[in-house]
């Protein structure tokens, strides 16, 4: 990969030192909305949809829409020609070389900064989790095509995002709502990051409204340049379960003797999720995955939350959004 000028002043004539037209695949799924949304409201951008052909999708007011054919490249690549910025958004059930195609297709195209789908927790700096599930290497590996293939990543890393993770079953953060029942690992008192949606989405559009490069050897603004092939930390909140628990039952006017409270050793959950994993049971991935972030030896990472002006967040109002979309995925809770 050819290493390019610095700074803007040594760029060619037509360079223009700023995102202007951004692709985006899954613009109506969970966080694609979220994306999209964000995206719009920040006004800089064309934002372009990529749907698979002959899809009823009806996408927001202001989004292009640009129908392809996965078994298609040239579809591909004419959807991609002049965008400066692709987001990959993928649903795991989405087939496992679709994100390859997306990448290939790019680089063919001239995209030069793409978003992988790998969202979630900090795998790039834990080898352990590496060996251990296999997903992540393979996740891993879509990340590193990018480089390959000539292109930089921009890699968007919250954690766990907040909402899902508290109101989506036991195996995440532990809580069972129409059981009221609660898992805590260890004694609940293990802080980790966790992101909402919506601040996901003001680091995406903080993202692409950065400028590409600094402009000469004296500005020393924050540039997209600074993250390329690099994880961008944010997060919310540094959180323990005990006080996720202290903000449901405020909310929901509980106390602990609404919920059976039970503790297992962070250690054990993994080696149990990874168990269940081996068995084919998909549930045991995220149970390995989150208790691996429960370890007590720590995973608060710094984030770039300042660089990118994000703004701090109410945990109380967080976690009144989980519980509504608990509640739309027919939860009780």
Sequence with gaps: MTTAPNYAKDQPPNFVNAIRNVAIVGATGQIGKVFTEHLLGSGNQVVTALTRAGSETTLPDGVKNAPVDYNDEATLIA???????????????????????????AANAGVPYIMPNAYGTDFYGNPKLLDDISA???????VKEIEQVGASWIGLT????????LGVGPFTYGFDFPNSAVTFYDEGTTKINTTTWPQCGRALAALVNLKRLPEDENDDSVTLAQFCNKPVYISSFKV???????????????????????HQPAAERYKEGLEEL?????????????ASVFDPAGNVFETHNDALGLPKEDLDEA???????AIAQKRSV
Aim: proline letters at 4%.
């Design 278 to 290: 081996a068995k084919g049971d998909g549930t045991g991935f995220l149970k390995a995955l989150y």
């Design 158 to 165: 919250p954690n766990f995002w907040y909402e899902y993770s």
């Design 79 to 105: 959807a991609l020609k002049g965008q400066d910025f692709l987001i990959i958004t993928l649903a795991l059930s989405a087939p496992p070389d679709t994100h390859s195609k997306l990448v290939r297709a």
């Design 319 to 325: 976690t009144l959004a989980a519980h509504r979309w």
């Design 240 to 262: 323990t379960q005990r006080e996720m628990l202290d903000s449901i039952n405020k909310l929901m006017d509980r106390t602990d003797n609404d919920w059976k409270i039970s």
């Design 136 to 142: 992540l290497r393979y996740i891993l590996a879509n």
